[in-house]
């Protein structure tokens, strides 16, 4: 079956240690997505790629950085630059047609807690 | 910028119907969803409309589209206890999609 899996499903991190949270997609999408979730809040992007090799800043990209060497895998890096790192992280993955965004497909997230 | 409005929460009895409203600001979205999210879960997209529509019905969904007010609503008919969860409307052009704040939905018995 095709899908987007994110592993792991938990994670906990000490200040001041990076962690990386994997995410990866065989439904040969082109772009690929990280957000961040908070309680009561929407989603914030962090970043977003449309192809290999090549990735964007969304809006709240600080203290996070991510790579794109394949296709299917987009891994987030969240550094012990981000202040405030406990939240849901979500990743998405969709295919760009000529006229636009068909709409995501999301991972069941990772719980990232500080401790 | 982008920003997409909806409100907190909805309560509903089981068997009546749900209206879930969104406001966005981008004229320029090519398109608008609604996602459910269960949860712990990540999001499902429930459906989507093309900006040039101005209704799209998918079993118990109905889009609706006011354009010119900017306004998106999804009814969901027979609402059962398996569709409580939070609703997220989204609009978006080709590179990004913006999300709202979700709309919880609670589904008495």
């Known amino acids: 079956d095709g899908g987007i899996t994110q592993s792991p499903k938990y994670l906990f991190r000490k200040e001041g240690q990076n962690v990386t949270l994997s995410c990866e997609q065989n439904?040969?999408?082109?772009?690929m997505y990280w957000y961040r979730q908070d309680p009561g809040q929407g989603l914030r992007l962090i970043y977003y790629?449309?192809?290999?090799?090549?990735?964007q800043k969304g809006d709240i990209a600080e203290g996070y950085s991510v790579s794109r060497e394949k296709k299917e895998s987009f891994p987030l890096t969240v550094t012990s630059a981000q202040k405030n790192p406990t939240a849901f992280y979500l990743c998405a993955s969709s295919h760009m047609g000529a006229g636009g965004n068909y709409g995501y497909t999301f991972g069941s997230g990772t719980r990232l807690t500080v401790v | 910028g982008e920003d997409v409005e909806q409100s907190l929460f909805l309560s509903v009895r089981e068997g009546d119907s749900s209206v879930i409203n969104c406001t966005y600001t981008?004229?320029?979205?090519?398109?608008l969803y609604w996602y459910k999210q269960e949860p712990g879960a990540g999001l499902q997209l429930l459906t989507y409309?093309?900006?040039?529509?101005d209704m799209k019905q998918d079993q118990r969904l109905t889009v609706l589209l006011n354009k010119k007010d900017k306004h998106l609503s999804l009814r969901i008919a027979d609402t059962q206890t398996g569709d409580s969860a939070i609703y997220f409307c989204a609009e978006g052009g080709y590179q990004k999609v913006t999300f709202g704040t979700g709309t919880k939905l609670q589904v008495i018995p």
């Open positions: 790629s449309q192809i290999v090799n090549d990735f």
């Open positions: 981008d004229s320029s979205s090519t398109y």
């Open positions: 439904l040969n999408h082109d772009a």
């Open positions: 409309i093309f900006s040039n529509m």
